[in-house]
Structure formats: structure tokens, C-alpha cells
């Protein structure tokens, strides 16, 4: 997708943003409340922000996750263990870099801070940090309105779950809290994009999930659409994983630990499979900074938690396009002197070497 600079403020597609943002900040907190289910938000996919010549991202986002409930069946839950309740504030920061039109690598750095609350009375609490994970994607094709390309995702555990000698021996055996599997997810994926119009766009990633310590591979899946304008960028998508066997049962110490966290299927759930819809809405405020605001509902499952999860964040955005000079030719009369050191038929428009964008892009139809 290319851009160029729009020289106006636009000053009414700023208002009507910032009301734009404004009601769903309100829909945002009024959402969320306690009564709110919610885990861990699903396969872990590339940012796909639109190639460009150079450009950095860095992007912070805040996480409202609650989990009371797992599917037994693709439309049936079972709520967990004395009707436990599962609350996790994830402060998620984003990096990525585009060093050229083909090529985008980045990061994302999560901490979480998780509690768990159930009818008992009984509590428990943790911070630490928690799946970390390091994307990359190559576009073989990129063409304006259509691009193809791969993507590889790993995820990486920064933090240890306890065994059951070290759960037995601690001052609540009956409590833990596990910010995850704690093993390593290796994906690879075919991603994939179409402008079906100006202002129309629309997605789809498949690939392959490698999981380790006996857990089953996972085919993950994302399918979105998308209005884009040079101010809001609102995607709906529906993504999720489909699991490959039934991978290894868990052993009697983890079956242990498990019911230690209320039998949650957010950790150490061997074949989980989930279909989840995802509005997500970027509001531009300049060509520098967002705002972004993600609701995720888990529409159907099976082994995995069923949800909803919140979540808000800022954007910045420093991008720089690559222009070459452009010649024009015209017609001189004949007698003109060659020889004075610049022919009047062979002219040059001067232009920078690069282009920033301090000023809001457009999209070029």
C-alpha cells in the first residue's frame, strides 16, 4: 500500500475521531467489570502494519483479562473449580522495525500481574513477566493492493511454574497461579492481504504451530476485513487454532498443579482449540501517534478458557519514504547552445532523498 503527504489538517476528520474515541473508551470501561470472562487472548500473529520504505513502530497496550469458565464442548462451558475467578493486567510494549519494504521484525514484551479469587475466599496473587515473543515477516509480493508473504512467530517463557514438590512445600499447596505452559511455541505462517478497494481490505494467515513437551501442534488461523482511512484504521478479524491430535495426557503431579490453579484450561490444557472475534479500531491523531482499542470475545472452544479480554494502548510511528529525482524533457529550439553547460531540454525537478512523514499520509486510489 503506498501513501503520500497530505498537506491540510483535516481538522474535521480529527474531531470526528477523537468522538469516535471517546465513545469506545466509554464502552471500554463500562465493559469492563468483574463479571467479565476472559484469558489468554489466542495465537500469537505479526503486526502487518503497511509496508514502507523505513519506518519503527512502538506500541503500549493494556490487557483486562478475567477467566471463570472453560469449554467442555464447542458451545459448552463448565465454570472452574469453586467457581474460581481469574483476573491477569497485562502491560504488553510492542517494538518493530521495517528496515526496507519487504522485511518487518519486532518483539513483544509482556508482564502480568495475575490474582485468583474464589467462593471459599480463599485468594492468591503474582506479578512477574510473562510469554515474550519475537516475529519476523518477509513479503515475497508486494504489489500495490495485494501482498504475499511469510511469517515466523517464538514464543518464550520468562518464568518458571512450580512443580508439586515446590507447590507441596509452599505456604498455600492448595493455591497457585501459572502465568502460562512454560514451554517454547515455534509458528510459522502464509500471510496474505487484499485491497478489494480504496478503502477496503481484507487479510488471511494460516500456518503451523510446533509445541513442545508432548503438547499437540496447532494450525492457527486469522481472517479479517478492514476500513482504512488516512485518520481510523478498523479491522474486524475472527482468528484462532484448531489442535492436531490430542498431544500427551498430563501426568498425575500436573493434574495436581492444575487443580491447585482451579483446573483452568489457560495452563497446561494438552489440545485446546478456539474460534474468537476481534474488533480492533486505530485512531490517528497525527501522522505520529494512535490510539488503539481491541475487544476479544471466544466465540466457540474446546479444552480452553472461554473469554472476553479488553485492551487500550498508544502508537508511535516515525516512517520515511525513499523518492528519486524526475527528469522531464521538452522541446527546445534549435539554435539553442549545448555547449553552455546545461541543455534546457533535459531538466531535473529537485527532491529530497527522503521523505518523513510529518505530515498526515493519505491513501492513493
Given at each position: 500500500m503506498n501513501y503520500k503527504l497530505s498537506l491540510d489538517t483535516r481538522a474535521a476528520s480529527n474531531a470526528y475521531g477523537l468522538g469516535l474515541f471517546g465513545l469506545l473508551c466509554a464502552i471500554f470501561f463500562g465493559l469492563s467489570s468483574p463479571t467479565l470472562k476472559a484469558s489468554q487472548l489466542g495465537p500469537i500473529l505479526p503486526t502487518h502494519h503497511f509496508p514502507t520504505d523505513r519506518s519503527f513502530h512502538l506500541a503500549y497496550r493494556f490487557h483486562f483479562i478475567n477467566s471463570s469458565s472453560n469449554f467442555l464442548e464447542r458451545l459448552v462451558t463448565d465454570p472452574l473449580t469453586n467457581n474460581a475467578r481469574l483476573r491477569i493486567i497485562r502491560h504488553e510494549l510492542i517494538p518493530e522495525f521495517q528496515p526496507n519494504r519487504k522485511l518487518s521484525f519486532g518483539a513483544r514484551v509482556v508482564l502480568d500481574s495475575l490474582s485468583m479469587t474464589a467462593d471459599s475466599g480463599s485468594w492468591a496473587g503474582r506479578t512477574t513477566l510473562g510469554d515474550q515473543a519475537f516475529f519476523v515477516?518477509?513479503?515475497?509480493?508486494?504489489?500495490?493492493?495485494?501482498?504475499?508473504?511469510?511469517?515466523?512467530?517464538?514464543?518464550i517463557p520468562s518464568y518458571s511454574n512450580p512443580t508439586l514438590l515446590e507447590l507441596t512445600e509452599s505456604s498455600a499447596p492448595n493455591n497457585t497461579l501459572l502465568p502460562g505452559d512454560a514451554q517454547t511455541d515455534t509458528t510459522l505462517l502464509l500471510t496474505t492481504e487484499y485491497w478489494a478497494g480504496a478503502n477496503l481490505r481484507l487479510r488471511a494467515d494460516a500456518g503451523l504451530t510446533k509445541r513442545l513437551d508432548g503438547y499437540a501442534s496447532e494450525l492457527p488461523y486469522n481472517l479479517s476485513i478492514g476500513v482504512v482511512n488516512p485518520k481510523m484504521d478498523f479491522e474486524l478479524r475472527l482468528r484462532g487454532n484448531f489442535s492436531l491430535?490430542?498431544?500427551?495426557?498430563?501426568?498425575?503431579?500436573?493434574?495436581?498443579?492444575?487443580?491447585?490453579?482451579?483446573?483452568?484450561?489457560?495452563?497446561?490444557?494438552?489440545?485446546?482449540?478456539?474460534?474468537?472475534?476481534?474488533?480492533?479500531?486505530?485512531?490517528?491523531?497525527?501522522?505520529?501517534?494512535?490510539?488503539?482499542?481491541?475487544?476479544?470475545?471466544?466465540?466457540?472452544?474446546?479444552?480452553?478458557?472461554?473469554?472476553?479480554?479488553?485492551?487500550?494502548?498508544?502508537?508511535?510511528?516515525?516512517?520515511?519514504?525513499?523518492?528519486?529525482p524526475r527528469k522531464t524533457f521538452k522541446e527546445v529550439p534549435i539554435y539553442t547552445d549545448q555547449e553552455s553547460g546545461r541543455f534546457e531540454g533535459d531538466s531535473t525537478t529537485p527532491q529530497s532523498e527522503s521523505l518523513y512523514l510529518d505530515e498526515d499520509p493519505v491513501f492513493e486510489k
Open positions: 515477516e518477509f513479503r515475497v509480493l508486494d504489489e500495490p493492493g495485494s501482498s504475499l508473504g511469510f511469517a515466523g512467530v517464538v514464543k491430535g490430542k498431544g500427551e495426557s498430563n501426568d498425575t503431579d500436573t493434574e495436581t498443579i492444575r487443580e491447585a490453579f482451579s483446573n483452568s484450561d489457560y495452563a497446561y490444557s494438552p489440545s485446546p482449540w478456539v474460534m474468537v472475534i476481534e474488533p480492533n479500531v486505530e485512531l490517528w491523531l497525527s501522522a505520529k501517534t494512535a490510539v488503539s482499542l481491541q475487544y476479544s470475545y471466544s466465540v466457540m472452544g474446546k479444552n480452553s478458557p472461554s473469554y472476553h479480554a479488553m485492551s487500550a494502548g498508544l502508537i508511535y510511528r516515525w516512517a520515511e519514504t525513499h523518492n528519486s
